[in-house]
């Protein structure tokens, strides 16, 4: 159940036309009330006698009653109250119910307190409903709303369990501001898949991802094509900014600027200095020394990811607080720069990915920025590294990047919801399942060459890997050999081994680095350890045979089998 409390307004009857009308896309059906203040009040929707102006007056007479110069300035408070696709319907009664608990949690008009605001509750769906109310109590006082959303939302929590309905998580006040309804029509209309503020927020992410400066954040975001206005304290001194899209633009025609605290609370220019300001602890070095900015390969840059995402698991696993939550933040920041600079092939859901744990990347715990310096610089080597192509060694490192990823991100899940941020780790689970599609498409060429590859190791070597696996992870050897990707696994061992590797000593030290019980397949998580920590080529497509391509059983990509006609898709 979604409360909302909306702007407030002067024009009750205004409102009311909106709430009884067909709704900017025909989508209002029945209107009619379901509660009111004094449970006898005009209905225009079921009553062929009431009119919308009686319900008015009706609503606005103490208002009207009150001195011109008592009067609050906008006197129209509107509430609206949505229930989930998966939720039952409720009855009328059910919402009249909803309805009178809302305004009571409120202060609008709570029966122990006496004297209320009259208000009404107009139901034109099934799953939601619009409280309007005026803001001037019978007795001529106006009513205390102060924290009126926090107490609705507590209240809505009580409603779930007690009608059974999904459970939402409740909030901590870190979240982006949401898109109102205006704006999400307006998206509508202009065919984007997003709303402007939402497409404005990813893309200042993505321009702050390892940037080091002012002027190279400034400059991302022109080389964007945003707009962008900057303010200036008297002194010259640059105090914030706020973006456009070219093509947003309200009914003057003028863009529709958001300063960057709008956007999300870590988009501020003062929350943005903090990430290049503070000391780069981790490189025992200031944070405004020079970087090693040569431009890195597409593979090169994925490769440093990976280990900076492997160092960060375990700082976010065994760190203090404030160290944890500024890798958590930093993963965000390398989940936007691989978003942007990903082939295709993953892209969309390494985007769909980040724009997810753009919510998990905050908390109440403050981050202690510096300590992030691995996670920070990996996001500016992949910016810098520019577009990776879909196919060879930078497809390959891209899957070895999202694997390693992935684990960043179940660590910051676990943290979350070991601190008791319930919608930080909802988040981070969904931005967990898009990393497990974009690692699907990722993985499956790399790995079926490594699968073929395997299936043609003489039957010495892959006994003399067999031996190996068992040697070093002896717990695990039956569940890895049992799996398809253990020829992919062998293929590795052979590679390291080729390289001058121990590869029971390899697998060992691999394998001791993090448990792998909970792995979905352990010989997929082996494969890119192996690959990364001994130096191997993540691609061998030189190798190809003309063979099927079998599946990694850790993240199922498309197979065939005899008659089936199309993919399936499994799970991880």
Known sequence: MIPRIQKRGQRTIGLLYYLYGPGKFEEHTDPHLVASWDHNA???????????????????????????????????????????????????EEWGDVARRMVAAAGIDDPEQGAGCRWAAVR??????????????????????????????????????????????????????????????????????????????????????????????????????????????????LLGYKVALPDDRNKDNEPVFYPGARLAPDLSLPRIRERWSAGARDQDVAADAPLHTAPASPSSARRRTASAAWTAVMLIEHGDDAVASAHVAAAGEVLDALAKTSPASSSRDLRDAAFAFERASRSHI????????????????????????????????????????????????????????????????????????????????????????GRRLGRPLVQRQTAALREAVPALAERVLSEPGWYALAATLADAETAGHDPAALLAHAAGRRELDTADSVSDVLVWRLRRSAGLPADTSDEVIDTPTPQSSAYQTAQRAPGRSGPRRGRP
Not at 58 to 83: F, G
């Open 42 to 92: 005009p209905d225009p929707g079921r009553d062929a006698a009431a009119t919308l102006k009686q319900l008015q007056r009706l609503l606005d007479q103490p208002v009207e009653n009150t001195d011109q110069a008592k009067r609050p300035s906008k006197h129209v408070w509107h509430l609206s109250v949505r229930n989930g696709a998966e939720d039952r319907v409720l009855t009328d």
């Open 124 to 237: 034109h769906a099934d799953d939601h409903i619009h409280i309007v109310a005026t803001l001037v109590r019978e007795d001529g006082y106006k009513p205390d709303l102060d924290h009126d959303a926090v107490r609705v939302q507590s209240q809505a929590r009580i409603l779930e369990a007690e009608l059974g309905l999904r459970r939402l998580n409740k909030g901590d006040g870190t979240a982006a501001k949401r898109p109102t309804s205006a704006e999400r029509h307006k998206a509508e209309r202009q065919g984007r898949e997003r709303t402007a503020r939402e497409e404005l927020r990813e893309t200042v992410r993505q321009a702050v991802a390892g940037a080091h400066s002012e002027d190279e954040f400034f400059g991302r975001l022109a080389a964007a094509g945003l707009l962008v206005r900057k303010r200036a304290a008297p002194s010259g001194d």
């Open 366 to 453: 403050r981050a202690e920025r510096g300590h992030d310096g691995g996670l920070r610089q990996a996001a500016r080597d992949l910016v810098h590294s520019g577009p990776a192509l879909g196919r060879g060694e930078d497809g390959a490192t891209t899957a070895m990047a999202i694997d390693m990823l992935f684990f960043v991100i179940t660590a910051a899940v676990h943290w979350h919801a070991k601190k008791g941020h319930a919608q930080q780790a909802a988040a981070a689970r969904q931005a967990a399942e898009h990393l497990r599609s974009a690692y699907q498409a990722a993985a499956a060429q790399p790995l079926g060459v490594l699968y073929q590859r």
